[in-house]
């Protein structure tokens, strides 16, 4: 894969006064297109004929249809930066700051299109008890794979994360970032601050499947997809993540701070802050480390506008460290018996509490929606919420309902939230110095994670069973949490010898 991004950056400050000053900066990026050597690469494109049934939707491959390049190089990335930095006494300061900034693309996330039509592609699967799909002495003519195959129209019937795709006019993820912020300077050389911080992300990529049932034509069968003769176009192939490009995230939050730096044994970072974050959709990495793509409506973005499953409203964290001045180096206790016992110790800690992530209830099967991919939102018609939630029991399931065939549930994204997330780590450590060996000591060292032994729990079971609202009885295994984000205190003991 070939690329090419060369960036332009220019930046100066202004004094405009003694403690006023102001500064501005303008960056130009070229996102160039991904593109392949030997041309090996191919994507479907909605604006290509199909010589096969003669409709718009076929694959391109490079080199075909004028373009050799997987995505159009953008060239109007203009990036402006503002800083302003007031400092009206010695004591306090202030800065009001915004810039845009832009995201490269990457082989991990835009790369799907790169080696497709130089091998094989299909897939098939058998469950226990059925017939193999193929015997390790056949020759495995049976199986519906295809290629090496460069003909536009020879993948028709293929989907199911099978078919990459990456729109030509690949828009470039940008995020405007904005910050306002005061400073105090405290005694013991401490400072505090107080800012609003703010974002807003454009562009950014929405994991859907392009070629689903649209909301007005459920149940209508492959034959009311956009592109028929394909099956599912996304949202995820070998090498990379496919969608629609029109997801959108607001970020605002009100951040506090108090600094100490290391005086008197003592150092110590504490901050809390408030916020929301919303967004259309989260793409949160390989694995869904911070919660699941959920979507619904593939050709309605807006709808499914929630919080972000990063959203924190609090978050309180920080560390401590405290060396007592006590020993070798210092006024107290700094020879003999007194050093030895009481001298070279150290103690610090990280710890962090914060609100729970929100989390989307669905239905166990999205089957019935006639959507033919995507999940299947339930109807919200009772109070999920319970009064005395436990980890058998974190929210109520008989307040939805089943929705009706071929029609979208009314259950918004993201609209409960799981347990709260706490922990306590410390560290303790002191130095033995060896009198008869020069430079030398022992160091030893304790480490515990979770030093308080509690742990802090993942969101529950989150997928509905129509047998069970339709039977009312609630089926104990929806709403159970099983799974913890901190687990049960770990301790680590080492003692070092360094000369």
């Known amino acids: ?72 190089t953008k060239y109007d990335n203009f990036l402006p930066r503002l800083g302003v930095a007031w400092s009206p006494t010695s004591n306090w300061s202030a800065r009001v700051g915004f810039g845009q900034y832009a995201s490269l693309w990457s082989v991990d996330v835009d790369g799907s299109p790169l080696g497709f039509g130089s091998a094989k592609t299909g897939s098939i699967s058998a469950n226990p008890g059925q017939a193999p799909v193929v015997q390790l002495s056949g020759s495995g003519a049976n199986l519906p794979f295809i290629g090496p195959n460069r003909d536009p129209g020879a993948y028709n019937g293929q989907g199911g994360g099978n078919i990459p795709y990456m729109p030509y006019d690949l828009p470039v993820g940008k995020l405007w970032q904005w910050s306002v912020s005061i400073e105090r300077r405290l005694p013991m050389a401490m400072v505090a601050e107080a800012a609003y911080v703010g974002s807003r992300g454009t562009g950014l990529q929405f994991q859907t499947d392009i070629n689903q049932v649209p909301a007005n034509k459920l149940g209508g069968g492959q034959a009311a997809r956009p592109f028929p003769q394909y099956l599912g176009i996304g949202p995820s192939v070998p090498g990379g993540l496919t969608g629609s490009y029109d997801n959108i995230s607001n970020y605002n939050s009100m951040q506090l701070s108090l600094r100490k730096p290391l005086g008197h044994g003592l150092s110590a970072d504490v901050s809390f802050t408030w916020s929301k974050m919303l967004d259309y959709q989260d793409t949160s990495g390989w ?44 006024q107290l206790l700094n020879h003999g018996i007194g050093d030895a016992v009481l001298g070279g110790w150290q103690a610090s800690s990280i710890f962090i509490a914060q609100s729970g992530a929100p989390f989307t209830v669905i239905m166990a099967s999205a089957t019935n929606s006639g959507a033919l991919d995507g999940n299947w939102y339930p109807n919200i018609v009772g109070d999920p919420n319970v009064s005395n939630r436990t980890i058998n029991q974190w929210f109520n399931q008989l307040a939805y309902a089943t929705p009706k065939a071929n029609t979208f549930g009314s259950n918004g994204r993201n609209t409960l939230r799981g347990p709260d997330l706490t922990d306590v780590d410390l560290s303790l450590s002191k130095n033995f110095p060896l009198p008869r060996w020069e430079g030398a000591r022992i160091r030893f060292r304790m480490d ?43 301790l680590a003991v080492s003692i070092r010898f360094s000369f």
């Open 448 to 490: 515990a994670t979770n030093i308080v032994n509690h742990p802090s729990f993942s969101y529950p079971n989150n997928q509905l069973s129509a047998a069970a609202l339709a039977s009312g009885v609630a089926d104990p295994s929806i709403g159970k949490i099983t799974k913890t984000t901190v687990g049960g205190r770990v």
């Open 287 to 330: 694995g869904s480390r911070y919660g699941n793509a959920y979507y619904q409506d593939a050709f309605n973005p807006s709808s499914n506008y929630a919080l972000s499953n990063f959203d924190t409203p609090r978050m309180f964290k920080g560390y401590l460290l405290y060396s007592p001045p006590i020993g070798k180096g210092h």
């Open 1 to 72: 894969m070939r690329s090419k991004n060369p960036s332009f950056f220019v930046q100066d400050d202004f004094k405009l006064r003694p403690n006023l000053t102001l500064n501005v900066g303008l960056r130009w990026e070229v996102h160039g297109g991904f593109s392949e050597v030997n041309h090996l690469a191919g994507s479907f494109d909605p604006t290509i004929m199909n010589p096969v049934t003669n409709t718009l939707g076929a694959i391109w491959f490079a080199g075909n249809n004028g373009r050799d390049k997987i995505m159009a």
